[in-house]
């Protein structure tokens, strides 16, 4: 039966207007991935090019060779406990599922299932424990408890229910900083400006100074996306990653200026204000100079 073509024109209009509809039906069917785990390859997830597993089959390491990812050992597991339990649990309770004492659930983040690197990353650099759980953004300062205890916290919550990145350590050697300043220009300066320097956001809020930030906590901050900052997961491999790690504790933290001052890194307004300021100004000065002699 051959179709009119006012028949061929309402099919061709429900199919795309079903376009939308199915498009996002496939992507609801893909929630139920474990949130912020990415599939692609090596972009912090044991979908990497190089797996380690223990006797028992569980994932020692994983990685690439621009990171490598670091599970800690169940070994430690007792001893995180204990510290847990002594530094943590009055806010996030005894079970790390955010529910302290009084029984208020959702008073507190829950830390289950959100992997050891995002543990590792709070405690080194000395956001937790906090110094004031009310205030609205938690601020770096010298951490209250070592690296080691710090890995052993993450291993204890790790073992809850095992998850996803594990404790980074980046190799910069192969690292192609120009690759990693055109990356952190489109990924990052729009909060911590171009120069690294952090500025204010919304309601009391602010995106840190990146300055004296070891390169492990980079890549953690990266993957993990700790307060207000997203998540780089599948958007990012870890060998860009490892080039944004090399701008930021090379060149951003050791900025090299050839030309003299840095002036504070502000490119040419600055350079332009201290051009004024001194250049004319002492023109002036040394034609008033004149100006009074005759």
């Known amino acids: 039966m051959k179709m009119s073509s006012r028949a061929r024109l309402g099919l061709l209009v429900g199919i795309l207007a079903a376009a939308p509809l199915l498009s ?13 785990q990415t599939g692609a390859a090596n972009s912090g997830t044991p979908k990497s090019s190089t797996v380690v597993k223990g006797p028992g089959g569980s994932i020692v390491s994983y990685g ?65 424990p906090a110094a004031n759980p009310r205030s609205v953004q938690a601020e770096r300062r010298t951490p209250r408890l070592t690296h080691d205890q710090a890995v052993a916290i993450a ?23 120009a690759d990693g300043a055109a990356l952190f220009a489109l990924n990052c300066a729009a909060c911590h400006t171009i120069e690294g320097d952090g500025d204010a956001l919304a309601q009391g809020t602010y995106a840190p100074s990146l300055r004296n930030i070891p390169a492990a906590q980079v890549v953690e901050a990266i993957r993990t996306g700790p307060g207000n900052m997203p998540r780089f997961t599948g958007n990012l491999s870890d060998y ?10 090379e060149y951003l933290q050791h900025p090299k200026n050839p030309g003299g001052l840095g002036l504070g890194g502000l490119g040419p ?25 005759q």
């Not at 996002?24 to 912020?36: E, I, N």
């Open 155 to 177: 291993a204890w919550i790790n073992s809850l229910d095992p998850s996803y990145p594990a404790i980074p350590t980046p190799h910069l050697s192969g690292a192609n900083v």
């Open 240 to 249: 860009q990653v490892r080039d944004i790690v090399a701008y930021v504790t």
């Open 24 to 36: 996002f039906a496939s992507v609801a069917g893909a929630s139920s991935q474990t949130p912020y």
């Open 269 to 293: 307004v600055a350079e332009g204000f201290v051009g004024l300021l001194i250049g004319v100004g002492l023109l002036a000065l040394i034609g008033y100079w004149v100006g009074e002699r």
């Open 64 to 128: 690439n060779s621009a990171i490598t990812y670091t599970v800690p050992s169940p070994a430690l597991a007792t001893l995180g406990q204990s510290l847990y339990l002594e530094n943590c649990a009055s806010c996030h309770g005894v079970n790390a599922n955010g529910v302290p004492a009084d029984g208020t659930s959702g008073a507190y983040p829950n830390l289950v299932g959100l992997g050891s690197a995002t543990i590792d990353f709070w405690i080194e650099s000395g956001r937790m």
